[in-house]
């Protein structure tokens, strides 16, 4: 015996209106039948109705209400028999979210925090093979500069451009960061379907200076979509003065608050990996010659690797084929089923005759 399962059970729902269908049907003949009665009189009524067969009448009925079950059951997908295989790998898309504020020039990492952080990021994507990047500069608020791509080498050329004047306004505001990133992957990645996987990773790379609130809750919503979150974290605990230097790049003096005080901005590394810690990845930390950039390649591709051999996808026979045919074959037979009897009656006179 087969059992059927069904793909969109919600489509049986509509079972119940042919119950109802065929209490209307049965209503509206009664209430016809008794028009033509009030208005032609019990004795002329059955002359102007002898040729309908009522008999025919029920069975067009019940045709069409088969028909449009088994049209309805075809709707649900019923499906039977499984097999399992696993997905294939559509390989890693990245969108990486680097920090262009004003912050990231201090020089307590030599060059300085935002040089330093641009040769890691270099050194991660010269490691990626095949796989998909996107790029957006953040601060107070985010833009996207490049969405996610193949083509590796343009993406590093906005990498070397990066600056604060990337961003409009200036502060340090992840939230906004994490949901441009989300949208970068509907925007620009591969379209998952029940035979695929894409391995999906945030990569935080800032000196986590965070002033606004509502980071950690995004950074969950991301997890809980599949997109891993890691960081890379640059800076000092002693921090550093922000230096300003003019179009030629020479020191013209450091940045002050409204006090008129050297402004130091130190880097503590809490809100990145609390970042992560939410986001179910990894924070690192940024260090002159240090391997931050090949954990973080070995992390994700150990990501891909635990996704792929986890993901099987269990495949159904489609049945639906066989009730639309059914459906479709008793739609036919109720075109050629007519209403009028096989032979009518005349009368002649006072006698009833059948008609030659």
Same mark, same amino acid.
């Given at each position: 015996?087969?059992?059927?399962?069904?793909?969109?059970?919600?489509?049986?729902?509509?079972?119940?209106?042919?119950?109802?269908?065929?209490?209307?049907?049965?209503?509206?003949?009664?209430?016809?039948?008794?028009?033509?009665?009030?208005?032609?009189?019990?004795?002329?009524?059955?002359?102007?109705?002898?040729?309908?067969?009522?008999?025919?009448?029920?069975?067009?009925?019940?045709?069409?209400?088969?028909?449009?079950?088994?049209?309805?059951?075809?709707?649900?997908?019923?499906?039977?028999?499984?097999?399992?295989?696993?997905?294939?790998?559509?390989?890693?898309?990245?969108?990486?979210?680097?920090?262009?504020?004003?912050?990231?020039?201090?020089?307590?990492?030599?060059?300085?925090?935002?040089?330093?952080?641009?040769?890691?990021?270099?050194?991660?994507?010269?490691?990626?093979?095949?796989?998909?990047?996107?790029?957006?500069?953040?601060?107070?608020?985010?833009?996207?500069?490049?969405?996610?791509?193949?083509?590796?080498?343009?993406?590093?050329?906005?990498?070397?451009?990066?600056?604060?004047?990337?961003?409009?306004?200036?502060?340090?505001?992840?939230?906004?960061?994490?949901?441009?990133?989300?949208?970068?992957?509907?925007?620009?990645?591969?379209?998952?379907?029940?035979?695929?996987?894409?391995?999906?990773?945030?990569?935080?790379?800032?000196?986590?200076?965070?002033?606004?609130?509502?980071?950690?809750? @995004?950074?969950? =919503? !991301? #997890? &809980?979509? /599949?997109?891993?979150? %890691?960081?890379?974290?640059?800076?000092?605990? *002693?921090?550093?003065?922000?230096?300003?230097?003019?179009?030629?790049?020479?020191?013209?003096?450091?940045?002050?608050?409204?006090?008129?005080?050297?402004?130091?901005?130190?880097?503590?590394?809490? @809100?990145?990996? =609390? !970042? #992560? &810690?939410? /986001?179910?990845?990894? %924070?690192?930390?940024?260090?002159?010659?240090? *391997?931050?950039?090949?954990?973080?390649?070995?992390?994700?591709?150990?990501?891909?690797?635990?996704?792929?051999?986890?993901?099987?996808?269990?495949?159904?026979?489609?049945?639906?084929?066989?009730?639309?045919?059914?459906? !479709?074959?008793?739609?036919?037979?109720?075109? %050629?089923?007519?209403?009028?009897?096989?032979?009518?009656?005349?009368?002649?006179?006072?006698?009833?005759?059948?008609?030659?």
């Amino acid at each position: 015996m087969t059992v059927y399962r069904f793909a969109d059970k919600a489509a049986l729902q509509f079972l119940w209106l042919l119950p109802v269908l065929l209490v209307l049907s049965w209503y509206l003949t009664k209430i016809h039948l008794q028009k033509i009665a009030r208005g032609l009189g019990t004795k002329m009524a059955p002359f102007l109705t002898a040729s309908v067969s009522l008999a025919r009448r029920r069975w067009k009925l019940i045709l069409e209400v088969l028909a449009l079950a088994a049209f309805v059951v075809a709707l649900a997908r019923p499906q039977a028999g499984q097999s399992q295989q696993k997905v294939k790998s559509e390989g890693i898309e990245i969108v990486i979210l680097f920090d262009a504020s004003h912050s990231m020039e201090a020089e307590d990492a030599k060059p300085s925090r935002m040089e330093l952080a641009k040769k890691e990021v270099m050194r991660f994507l010269d490691r990626l093979s095949g796989d998909r990047v996107g790029l957006v500069a953040f601060a107070g608020s985010a833009v996207l500069l490049s969405p996610v791509t193949t083509d590796l080498p343009a993406l590093k050329m906005y990498i070397e451009s990066l600056s604060p004047m990337s961003v409009a306004t200036q502060g340090t505001e992840f939230a906004k960061a994490l949901r441009e990133a989300a949208q970068a992957f509907k925007r620009g990645g591969v379209d998952e379907d029940e035979g695929s996987a894409v391995t999906r990773a945030v990569v935080v790379v800032s000196d986590g200076e965070d002033h606004e609130p509502g980071a950690m809750k @995004v950074a969950e =919503e !991301l #997890a &809980q979509e /599949g997109i891993r979150l %890691f960081a890379l974290g640059v800076g000092t605990e *002693n921090g550093g003065p922000i230096p300003i230097r003019d179009e030629f790049g020479n020191l013209r003096g450091y940045k002050k608050d409204e006090a008129g005080k050297v402004i130091l901005t130190q880097t503590k590394g809490t @809100v990145l990996k =609390e !970042l #992560a &810690q939410q /986001g179910k990845g990894s %924070f690192y930390h940024l260090t002159f010659g240090g *391997n931050a950039s090949q954990n973080l390649y070995e992390d994700i591709r150990k990501l891909e690797q635990a996704q792929f051999n986890s993901s099987v996808v269990t495949s159904y026979d489609e049945k639906y084929q066989n009730f639309l045919i059914f459906g !479709l074959l008793l739609a036919l037979i109720e075109l %050629f089923v007519g209403e009028r009897k096989g032979r009518a009656r005349l009368w002649k006179g006072r006698f009833e005759v059948a008609e030659e």
